[in-house]
């Protein structure tokens, strides 16, 4: 095995061992009664694991500084040292130290964390006895910050996390799958070779024969596409993982006594999609532990329990994997956020909107109800992002609300986002898929149930209400089978809780397809979220339903169109669909 590679693996494990001291901390000073001597072994030999590792590969520094700290975790195990919270504190700050040395090794960049002498310091006194712990009242060391860590300093806007942000490269995966794959590719083999013979032996009494070994070959093909996803598919907890430190450090840093539930965390989901997701997750616990959670007396005076609860849930419904964030805390304010609204003009004085529509004012960017900046938020860098971030990855986001009862959002988001189920649609000769997900029901107008609102703006008419229509042959520039609308049909789709109709000549077939970027080679488009490969090698973009949206909006007196610096890849048309009048609400 290469360095390179040994170092990579080494990091890995060490981000796993790190993080596992970290969670065995968080239960040791949630544990109440005498300390659970197991969590403490837990710590130690991952520390004395850390610390003989990297001395081997020559990370002298890292090496160190875990020493430092597992001389402390040998008096703790000794009975010699007193577990307090102030020493609780010092041993999770110490947690941070060690992240950021194994980030700057991972990173080979030179420098040390800012704090590394100081900690160093510290741990030497813990190391020699008694007299180190000081303050009268058995309080323990505590670091300047308390409780905050590094994570109180986080950043104001719910940005990334600064003590994971290096994301692995790889994906560890269980040896069950591994075989089955290996065993799957023997039967692909198999199947080809007798393909092969078919073909080379070929005449009119082995039709049948050739007809049954390709249609074994599909099953085979759809099924090692499915176990190849599986190997993509990480269990949620990865990301729940981080956060339990999280809430703490807040809760702590704003006097407040907070508890996280999580649960689904063998939920799982697409790698990629984890990724992306720890921000909008990590912004919403941020909000509801600073606006949504009230100070330990608040509650007692409204007749709750001083603590309050946070709960993370995972868990799969259909195609989508559901995230919640509940709290229940002091609910979202209905007058306050009306009033902010008038301030901000996004409501007239005079105006009466429902509960819905004012929750959802939420969402608008800016938007933020904090009297005061703090450290989590109030600077107006919020919710829109939130939703921003989980529409990219294909998904969206609602809550519901009850006054002096809580708050709850909820995340819907794809399993994967390299494959999904489209809808292909005609325009002119051009062939584009739509998200099956997004798509509310599809009709074809009869004439006069299309018309004109403002200036070229036109809506469609569907059982009495009117829904905005984008003429996509305007959108893309191309010159469509028919400009009547009731020659064409029109695709309504769900964003933001809205309706929009999209013009389109036909319907085709329902099909799965797999996302190609467009940014490697050519660059992001907006209303585009990838292309696709057709079954008979043409080329289709896949529509992105939010981004079509907004460029409708940039352009209220008239058709968005997509405009880019480069002309937009040539898509090749698809034969065989065939003409559907639609109708059926999904």
Known sequence: MSQDATLRMFFEEATDLVGDSEAALLRLEAASGEPDPGLVNRIFRNVHTLKGTSAMLGLDRLAAFAHSLEDVLVRMRKGAQAITPGLVDTLLASVDVLRRLLERAREGS??????????????????????????????????????????????????????????????????????????????????????????????????????????????????????????RMLPIRTVFGRFPRLVRDLAHAQGKQVVLEASGEDT?????????????????????????????????????????????????????????????????????????????????????????EIFGLIWEPGFSTADTVSQVSGRGVGLDVVRRNVETLGGSITVHTERGRGTTFDVRLPLTLVILDGQSLRVGSHTYILPLAAIVESLRPRPGQVSRVFTDAEVVVVRGEAVPMIRLHRVFDIAPATEDPSQGIVVIVEHGGRDVALLVDELGGQQQVVIKS???????????????????????????????????????????????????????SSAGHSQSDGGGRR
């Open 268 to 356: 799982e989901l697409d790698k990629s999609v984890i990724e992306q997701i720890t921000d909008p997750l990590t912004h919403l616990l941020r909000n509801a532990i600073d606006h949504g959670i009230e100070p330990p007396e608040a509650r007692r005076a409204a007749g709750k329990p001083g603590v309050g609860h946070l709960r993370l849930r995972a868990y799969q419904e259909g195609g989508n994997i559901h995230l919640e964030v509940a709290d229940d805390g002091r609910g979202l304010d209905r007058d306050r956020i009306a009033r902010k609204a008038e301030e901000l003009g996004l409501l007239t004085a005079d105006a009466r909107p429902s509960d819905d």
């Open 110 to 231: 030179g420098g040390e964390p800012e704090n590394l002498e100081s900690m160093l310091a510290t741990l030497r006194a813990l190391s020699v006895g008694p007299a180190a712990r000081g303050g009268g009242d058995g309080s323990g060391t505590i670091l300047a910050g308390g409780g905050a860590g590094l994570f109180g300093r986080a950043s104001d806007d719910g940005g990334h996390d600064p003590d994971h942000a290096v994301e692995a490269a790889t994906v560890r995966v269980p040896i069950e799958k591994v075989d089955s794959l290996v065993n799957l590719v023997g039967e692909l083999v198999i199947t080809q070779s007798m393909i092969a013979r078919l073909v080379a032996h070929l005449g009119p009494d082995r039709a049948r024969e050739l007809e049954e070994a390709v249609a074994q070959m599909d099953r085979h093909a759809r099924e090692l596409q499915e176990r190849v996803m599986a190997v």
């Open 518 to 572: 467009l940014e490697a080679n050519f660059q992001k488009v907006t209303g585009v979220a990838g292309a696709t490969i057709l079954s008979d090698g043409g080329v289709a973009l896949i529509l992105d339903v939010p981004g079509l949206v907004a460029l409708s909006r940039a352009r209220p007196g008239g058709e968005p169109r997509i405009v880019t610096s480069q002309p937009v890849v040539s898509v090749a």
